[in-house]
Protein backbone atom coordinates (compact mmCIF):
# COMPACT_ATOMS: atom_id res chain seq x y z
CA UNK A 1 0.00 0.00 0.00
CA UNK A 2 0.94 3.29 -0.76
CA UNK A 3 1.20 6.58 1.84
CA UNK A 4 1.96 10.02 0.80
CA UNK A 5 2.11 12.23 3.83
CA UNK A 6 2.26 16.19 3.22
CA UNK A 7 3.75 18.44 5.49
CA UNK A 8 4.82 22.31 5.24
CA UNK A 9 1.83 24.18 4.74
CA UNK A 10 0.69 26.83 6.99
CA UNK A 11 -0.60 30.42 6.72
CA UNK A 12 1.84 33.53 5.44
CA UNK A 13 1.16 36.98 3.62
CA UNK A 14 1.27 37.63 -0.04
CA UNK A 15 4.99 37.55 -1.03
CA UNK A 16 5.94 34.80 1.25
CA UNK A 17 7.45 31.60 0.42
CA UNK A 18 6.53 27.82 2.03
CA UNK A 19 8.17 24.61 0.78
CA UNK A 20 5.81 21.81 0.96
CA UNK A 21 7.38 18.22 1.27
CA UNK A 22 5.51 15.06 0.75
CA UNK A 23 6.72 11.47 2.08
CA UNK A 24 6.31 8.35 0.35
CA UNK A 25 5.98 4.74 1.91
CA UNK A 26 6.49 3.02 -1.74
CA UNK A 27 9.75 1.65 -1.68
CA UNK A 28 9.70 2.31 -5.61
CA UNK A 29 8.84 6.15 -5.31
CA UNK A 30 11.53 6.46 -7.61
CA UNK A 31 10.10 4.41 -10.36
CA UNK A 32 7.12 6.98 -10.57
CA UNK A 33 6.08 10.78 -11.36
CA UNK A 34 4.58 12.88 -8.80
CA UNK A 35 2.41 15.67 -8.84
CA UNK A 36 1.13 18.22 -6.77
CA UNK A 37 -2.71 19.45 -7.06
CA UNK A 38 -4.75 21.77 -5.23
CA UNK A 39 -8.53 22.45 -4.46
CA UNK A 40 -9.36 26.01 -3.24
CA UNK A 41 -12.94 26.15 -1.59
CA UNK A 42 -15.75 25.84 -4.23
CA UNK A 43 -13.57 25.36 -6.75
CA UNK A 44 -12.72 22.31 -8.30
CA UNK A 45 -9.11 20.48 -7.45
CA UNK A 46 -6.46 21.69 -10.41
CA UNK A 47 -3.14 20.22 -11.59
CA UNK A 48 -0.42 22.38 -10.05
CA UNK A 49 2.96 20.64 -10.61
CA UNK A 50 4.51 17.49 -11.50
CA UNK A 51 7.75 15.85 -12.17
CA UNK A 52 9.11 12.62 -13.88
CA UNK A 53 10.48 9.82 -12.03
CA UNK A 54 13.43 11.16 -12.99
CA UNK A 55 13.40 14.66 -12.63
CA UNK A 56 14.49 15.06 -15.87
CA UNK A 57 10.58 16.82 -16.64
CA UNK A 58 8.69 19.40 -14.93
CA UNK A 59 5.20 20.49 -15.64
CA UNK A 60 3.31 23.75 -14.84
CA UNK A 61 0.04 25.03 -14.31
CA UNK A 62 0.80 28.66 -15.82
CA UNK A 63 -0.79 30.43 -13.09
CA UNK A 64 1.95 29.26 -10.92
CA UNK A 65 5.25 29.02 -13.63
CA UNK A 66 8.24 30.83 -12.88
CA UNK A 67 6.89 31.14 -9.04
CA UNK A 68 6.93 27.58 -7.84
CA UNK A 69 9.24 24.51 -8.39
CA UNK A 70 8.71 21.14 -7.82
CA UNK A 71 11.62 19.02 -7.19
CA UNK A 72 12.27 15.38 -5.75
CA UNK A 73 14.68 13.34 -3.80
CA UNK A 74 14.78 9.93 -4.62
CA UNK A 75 17.18 8.35 -2.07
CA UNK A 76 14.85 10.33 0.57
CA UNK A 77 11.75 9.18 -1.17
CA UNK A 78 10.45 13.15 -1.09
CA UNK A 79 8.86 15.48 -4.04
CA UNK A 80 9.11 18.94 -2.64
CA UNK A 81 7.15 22.05 -4.22
CA UNK A 82 9.03 25.15 -3.34
CA UNK A 83 6.58 28.40 -3.42
CA UNK A 84 8.03 31.52 -3.59
CA UNK A 85 5.73 34.99 -4.25
CA UNK A 86 2.42 33.91 -2.90
CA UNK A 87 -0.43 35.12 -4.16
CA UNK A 88 -3.84 35.12 -2.41
CA UNK A 89 -5.04 33.33 -5.06
CA UNK A 90 -3.01 30.43 -4.23
CA UNK A 91 -5.02 29.25 -1.11
CA UNK A 92 -5.76 25.86 -1.47
CA UNK A 93 -5.55 22.17 0.21
CA UNK A 94 -2.65 20.80 -1.78
CA UNK A 95 -2.02 17.38 -2.64
CA UNK A 96 0.74 15.25 -3.29
CA UNK A 97 -0.05 12.29 -5.65
CA UNK A 98 1.47 9.19 -7.07
CA UNK A 99 1.61 8.60 -11.01
CA UNK A 100 1.93 5.11 -12.97
CA UNK A 101 1.46 7.15 -16.16
CA UNK A 102 4.79 6.33 -18.18
CA UNK A 103 4.24 9.72 -20.12
CA UNK A 104 2.70 13.26 -19.71
CA UNK A 105 -0.22 13.99 -19.08
CA UNK A 106 -0.14 12.08 -15.87
CA UNK A 107 -2.80 10.45 -14.12
CA UNK A 108 -2.81 10.09 -10.48
CA UNK A 109 -3.58 6.87 -8.83
CA UNK A 110 -2.41 7.68 -5.06
CA UNK A 111 -3.09 10.46 -2.93
CA UNK A 112 -2.24 12.28 0.29
CA UNK A 113 -4.41 14.05 3.00
CA UNK A 114 -3.66 17.10 1.26
CA UNK A 115 -2.01 20.15 3.93
CA UNK A 116 -3.91 23.57 3.89
CA UNK A 117 -1.78 26.73 2.40
CA UNK A 118 -3.62 29.99 3.28
CA UNK A 119 -2.29 33.18 2.01
CA UNK A 120 -3.54 36.66 3.04
CA UNK A 121 -3.44 39.49 1.39
Known amino acids: QVQLVESGGGSVQAGGSLRLSCVAS????????MGWLRQAPGNEREFTAA????????YYQDSVKGRFTISRDNAKNTVYLQMNNLKPEDTAVYYC??????????????WGQGTQVTVSS
Open 26 to 33: ERAFSSYA
Open 51 to 58: ISWSGGST
Open 97 to 110: AMSLSSAWPYAYSY
